[in-house]
C-alpha cells in the first residue's frame, strides 16, 4: 500500500535471502496498490471500508500462485484480520512476527510507535499478550507527531520525515531506555534517516522479511 514501505520490504527479503545467483532466490508475486481506502481515515474519519480491496488483493495473489502470504503494512492487519481464517493459505502476520523478535531482542519490554489507526485499534496490544510482552505507549500527543512523520515518508519527503522523527525518540529514551519497535512500515525508512542508534529500532519491515524467509526455507507451505 505504501510504496516506499514496499520497495524496502522487498530490498529487506532479497538482501536477507540466502541466495547465491538469481536461480536460488524465490519466486514472489508483488500487487501494489496504493489505491487502497487509507486506513487512519476509516478509522478515525469514517472513510471508505480497505476491506474488500485487501480481501481482492489477497485472492488475487492465491490465483496467481502464491504458496503464502505477507502485506507490509501495519494497519492493515486490523481489517485482514477480519477474514484471515477465510485464506485457507499460510500467512505471515506482520505484527505476530515483529512481537516475537521485539521478545527476543528486548525480553523487558520495549516502545510501540505507530500510525493512530494501529494504536486505537490496539493491534500490537493483542499480539503482546499473546506473547506475554510488555509495551510502552508513547502518549497521544506525541502518537500524533509520529503520525506526521509517517505522513511525510508517503509523501516522498523521508529525509524530512527523520528530522522530525528524532527528537520524539529521544524524548521516549529519556522516559525509558528500552528499544523501539517501528510498528509502521514507514517508520523504519524515516528512522534511518535520523540520527539515532541502529541497535535500539525493532523494524516490523524486517521482522515480516525474517518470518517470510523462515517460512520459505522450512518449507513450511508445502
Known amino acids: ?36 481506502p487509507d486506513r487512519n481515515k476509516a478509522l478515525f474519519e469514517n472513510g471508505e471500508n480497505p476491506t474488500p480491496y485487501l480481501k481482492e488483493g489477497l485472492y488475487t495473489l492465491k490465483k496467481w500462485g502464491a504458496d503464502f502470504l505477507a502485506v507490509p503494512c501495519n494497519a492493515a492487519h486490523y481489517f485482514i484480520d477480519t477474514f484471515i481464517d477465510e485464506l485457507n493459505t499460510p500467512f505471515i502476520h506482520i505484527i505476530e512476527q515483529t512481537i516475537i523478535k521485539a521478545k527476543r531482542i528486548s525480553p523487558n519490554g520495549a516502545w510501540i510507535i505507530s500510525t493512530l489507526s494501529t494504536r486505537k485499534t ?23 507527531d509520529i503520525q506526521k512523520a509517517v505522513d511525510l515518508v508517503k509523501a516522498g519527503n523521508i529525509k524530512e520525515s527523520g528530522k522530525r522523527l528524532e527528537p520524539l525518540l529521544k524524548k521516549l ?50
Open 122 to 144: 490496539n493491534l500490537y496490544g493483542k499480539y503482546a499478550r499473546k506473547e506475554d510482552y510488555i509495551l510502552f505507549y508513547p502518549d497521544w500527543k506525541l502518537l500524533e
Open 173 to 222: 529514551w529519556k522516559e525509558k531506555n528500552v528499544p523501539i519497535i517501528a510498528g509502521c512500515t514507514e517508520l523504519p525508512l524515516a528512522y534511518k534517516e535520523a540520527n539515532l542508534p541502529t541497535d535500539l529500532m525493532i523494524s516490523s519491515l524486517e521482522a515480516l522479511a525474517d518470518g517470510c524467509i523462515d517460512f520459505w526455507l522450512k518449507g513450511l507451505f508445502s
Open 1 to 36: 500500500m505504501g510504496p516506499a514501505a514496499t520497495v524496502e520490504f522487498l530490498n529487506i527479503l532479497i538482501t536477507k535471502y540466502p541466495a547465491n545467483c538469481d536461480q536460488e532466490y524465490p519466486k514472489i508475486f508483488l500487487l501494489m496498490n496504493p489505491q487502497i
